[in-house]
């Protein structure tokens, strides 16, 4: 047996698991999963040097509680993840509790050329796509798992959710498509891009961002709502759309100023609810460039290694 189908084995194995225990029960099992997760490392090191280097005022112990809510939410999200159409399809306010500012995304949608609709790995992010997926025609922008058997699944989850996908790996003529159609084109733009992304303050460091939501929308004129979901105590989730942005028209700067603003409104969400975003990445893996001394004349400038 190959080790990609055995790792789709397990991957369907637990969350057969998931599913075999009511909705609540396996938000507890998910988060009893997150913490030996923690304590087997898995990434541990990756999210205390990332937490130690941007929020250095905070004391270690509250790091660590952070580390400890993180890591049960990352599991609270795998056991959703196991049943996300049925979470999806389930009542209003049953396990979604309540969907503030979607005024916020009509306004966007009303302009007549869709709306790039972004967040961050912050909390459950396909769970928003695809509970506004219920109203909204809404089209993810997915890079493929590495592994077919276990993408095959996921893709499968979303479809059952009734939400499109838009692999990375395709055609960007789709995404024009999807915004000229009036749709939702769902977007990240949280993770190291290396050298293909520009560098703008996030979390008090300088990041390598990716600029594909910014390119887009400054080419088709499509306002950005950004959202965010929010794990209430009782387990349900409230999701918050914020007003749309125009991102105006290209000039010099125009990518960094908004590949800049997007990330800035990510950051304060970060920082109100710090244990929902994704700490175990190397987010800050790439250096920004180094500027030369004074006197270094025309030698090229100095580029720094990785950090993380």
Same mark, same amino acid.
């Given at each position: 047996m190959s080790a990609p189908l055995l790792e789709s084995l397990l991957l369907r194995g637990a969350a057969a698991g998931f599913r075999s225990l009511n909705w609540r029960r396996s938000l507890t099992a998910g988060a009893w999963l997150g913490d030996r997760l923690r304590e087997a490392g898995m990434r541990r090191s990756v999210a205390v040097d990332n937490l130690a280097r941007v929020v250095p005022a905070w004391s270690p112990e509250e790091r660590a509680i952070i580390l400890r809510d993180h890591y049960r939410e990352v599991g609270r999200i795998a =056991?959703?993840? =196991?049943?996300?159409?049925?979470? #999806?399809?389930?009542a209003a306010g049953e396990v979604v509790a309540e969907v503030r500012g979607r005024e916020h995304l009509e306004v966007g949608l009303a302009m007549g050329r869709g709306v790039v609709l972004m967040t961050g790995h912050f909390g459950n992010f396909e769970l928003l796509g695809a509970w506004l997926g219920r109203t909204y025609p809404v089209d993810f922008v997915v890079r493929p798992l590495s592994n077919p058997y276990s993408e095959r699944w996921l893709a499968a989850r979303r479809a059952a959710c009734g939400v499109g996908s838009l692999s990375t790996h395709g055609s960007l003529k789709r995404v024009f498509q999807s915004l000229r159609a009036g749709h939702c084109v769902a977007m990240l733009a949280d993770q190291d891009a290396r050298r =293909?992304? #520009?560098? #703008?303050?996030f979390m008090g460091r300088l990041a390598s961002t990716p600029v594909g939501p910014a390119r887009l929308a400054i080419a088709t004129g499509a306002p950005i709502v950004m959202g965010f979901q929010v794990r209430l105590p009782d387990g349900r989730h409230v999701l918050e759309l914020e007003p749309p942005y125009l991102a105006g028209p290209e000039d010099a700067g125009a990518v960094e100023r908004v590949t800049a603003w997007h990330t800035a409104r990510l950051e304060s969400w970060v920082r109100r609810v710090p244990h929902q975003w994704f700490w175990l990445h190397r987010r800050w893996k790439t250096a920004p460039p180094v500027a030369p001394a004074p006197g270094a004349g025309k030698q090229s400038v100095a580029q720094a290694g990785e950090t993380a």
């Open positions: =056991a959703e993840y =196991a049943r996300l159409p049925e979470l #999806v399809h389930s =293909a992304g #520009v560098f #703008v303050p």
